[in-house]
């Protein structure tokens, strides 16, 4: 093999490497490293249609023998998995943290769990998207997303970025049905909060998006208040995002469909079953219950 044909593999697999791993080192999520896969073949086919390159080196068999199906585990850890009981206590313990800071964050932490949500679609809620009911279920759209991407990766220098829906083009709208108990929460911190000027629900007291680095010490607050000693070194609800996973599973295990699951959470189906997998284990006894109680209704 010739030098330069050496040091073209090794520039390839370096950058295949680079696209399965953060940062930091650490293995990145199967659906992480498919885009930024997918990113990096349009980028060498461009290059193949501009003459740069003979060809695309993705599509030789050697490449996609070695490098065809990333082998990464991305089902969510059972284990981080609150129930309803533990993360209402974690809310109830969300308020008592700080003098200030709580009491702005138990409706923040809710809408993860009671409506699935991403913490990019939290910090973009405003009051238009939602639909609050005196009593009983109520609903909200989802239509944009603020992730925190940092400073230098947005075009007005700002931390947060103004986003469509995650996988989704931009004009997608995702209707979310929420129980009654967050439409307590939502109406409580509209009225005493109040929404900003843009009718978002959740802002720093200086009108900001939260930063990550401040929702994250919070509930690790609040954590320490609901949890008992030992669970507080598992990683039962270690961080904000498992409120989503608890949200997601709660449905599952209550017999929603997965297709409404998954679009309500904005997944597709084969994602959410992949994902999830998992944390449905131990629930036998649950389906046969259903299956009897379906055949006796027949009878």
């Known amino acids: 093999m010739a030098i330069t044909e050496l040091n073209s593999r090794r520039t390839l697999d370096n950058a295949l490497t680079a696209c399965s791993t953060k940062l930091d080192g650490s293995q990145a999520a199967l659906e992480y490293h498919r885009r930024l896969r997918r990113v990096f073949y349009n980028s060498l086919r461009f290059a193949v249609s501009r003459e740069r390159l003979r060809d695309n080196p993705l599509d030789s068999a050697t490449i996609k023998q070695e490098w065809g199906q990333p082998n990464l585990d991305v089902a969510v850890d059972p284990r981080v998995v609150g129930n309803p009981r533990q993360v209402g206590q974690a809310l109830i313990a969300c308020s008592y943290v700080g003098r200030r800071q709580g009491g702005r964050f138990?409706?923040?932490?809710?809408?993860?769990?009671?409506?699935?949500?991403?913490?990019?679609?939290?910090?973009?809620?405003?009051?238009?998207?939602?639909?609050?009911?005196?009593?009983?279920?109520?609903?909200?759209?989802?239509?944009?997303?603020?992730?925190?991407?940092?400073?230098?990766?947005?075009d007005t220098s700002r931390l947060h970025d103004d986003r469509g829906p995650k996988n989704r083009p931009r004009k997608t709208v995702r209707a979310i049905p929420i129980p009654s108990e967050l439409v307590a929460l939502l109406r409580r911190h509209i009225e005493r909060y109040g929404v900003a000027p843009d009718g978002r629900l959740f802002r720093s007291e200086s009108g900001k998006p939260i930063p990550k680095s401040t929702y994250s010490r919070l509930w690790a607050k609040a954590r320490l208040l609901a949890l008992t000693p030992r669970q507080v070194t598992s990683p039962l609800m270690a961080r904000p995002y498992d409120l989503r996973h608890a949200g997601i599973t709660w449905r599952l295990s209550a017999g929603v469909p997965a297709s409404q699951v998954a679009e309500r959470a904005g997944n597709s189906v084969e994602i959410l079953q992949r994902i999830y997998h998992l944390c449905m284990a131990g629930y036998d006894d649950v389906w046969i219950d259903r299956m009897n109680q379906a055949r006796d209704d027949r009878a």
Do not use: I, Q
């Open 106 to 154: 138990v409706t923040f932490f809710g809408c993860m769990h009671y409506a699935m949500m991403r913490l990019a679609e939290v910090s973009r809620l405003r009051d238009v998207n939602c639909t609050l009911p005196k009593s009983g279920w109520g609903k909200v759209m989802l239509e944009a997303t603020t992730p925190e991407v940092g400073k230098d990766f947005t």
